[in-house]
T-cell receptor
Framework: GQNIDQPTEMTATEGAIVQINCTYQ??????LFWYQQHAGEAPTFLSY??LDGLEEKGRFSSFLSRSKGYSYLLLKELQMKDSASYLC??????????WGAGTKLIIKP | GAVVSQHPSWVICKSGTSVKIECRSL??????MFWYRQFPKQSLMLMAT?????????EQGVEKDKFLINHASLTLSTLTVTSAHPEDSSFYIC????????????FGNGTRLTVT
């Protein structure tokens, strides 16, 4: 079966750095997405990785290792508004999007 | 760019009535749109894939006669929840891709349905 694992919840301090991991086992791979979802709102796109390595976009970076079936989202200089759920999703060989359950990130002052 | 508009944002209806939710791609054409449902504190669950000009593809366990999908144009898909019951109360979100199958999904703002 297809499976995506990410921690259920994480807590970090304002101004700090946090890394949210995602491991996947899917039928094929055509890319991995990270989305941010604030409570009561729809997800918004953060990043897309299809090749190994680190993609940096401002305070957020996303890393992919296809051989390990592993990705992480790195958030720097955390702000209170970063409190949200972060969803990892993988495009399988049929271009079906497989979603992780999401990681709820709690930022404390 | 790549804006998806969803309407209404929230709706309250009585048990047994039907509710229609609209999803529009404002600045791109979408031959395919996706309808998701999300219960509180749970992940997104794909309900169905809406295909312009043809029948929608429903995920296992989703009743096609209860959740009617119409994708009559390249910019509009509608989801109608028929004979709604309290257990249908949920957050319904549509999404579409502006480009290839590998391009990111862009989501509408979602519709919070409450059935009393």
């Amino acid at each position: 079966g297809q499976n995506i694992d990410q921690p259920t919840e994480m807590t970090a301090t304002e101004g700090a750095i946090v890394q949210i991991n995602c491991t996947y086992q899917t039928s094929g791979f055509n890319g991995l997405f990270w989305y941010q979802q604030h409570a009561g709102e729809a997800p918004t796109f953060l990043s897309y990785n299809v090749l190994d390595g680190l993609e940096e976009k401002g305070r957020f970076s996303s890393f992919l290792s296809r051989s390990k079936g592993y990705s992480y989202l790195l958030l720097k200089e955390l702000q209170m508004k970063d409190s949200a759920s972060y969803l990892c999703a993988v495009l399988d060989s049929n271009y079906q999007l497989i979603w992780g359950a999401g990681t709820k990130l709690i930022i404390k002052p | 760019g790549a804006v998806v508009s969803q309407h209404p944002s929230w709706v309250i209806c009585k048990s047994g009535t039907s509710v229609k939710i609209e999803c529009r791609s404002l600045d791109f054409q979408a031959t395919t749109m996706f309808w998701y449902r999300q219960f509180p504190k749970q992940s997104l669950m794909l309900m169905a894939t809406s295909n312009e000009g043809s029948k929608a593809t429903y995920e296992q366990g989703v009743e096609k006669d209860k959740f009617l999908i119409n994708h009559a144009s390249l910019t509009l898909s509608t989801l109608t929840v028929t004979s709604a019951h309290p257990e249908d109360s949920s957050f319904y979100i549509c999404s579409a891709r502006p480009g290839t199958d590998a391009s990111p999904l862009h989501f509408g703002n979602g519709t919070r349905l409450t059935v009393t």
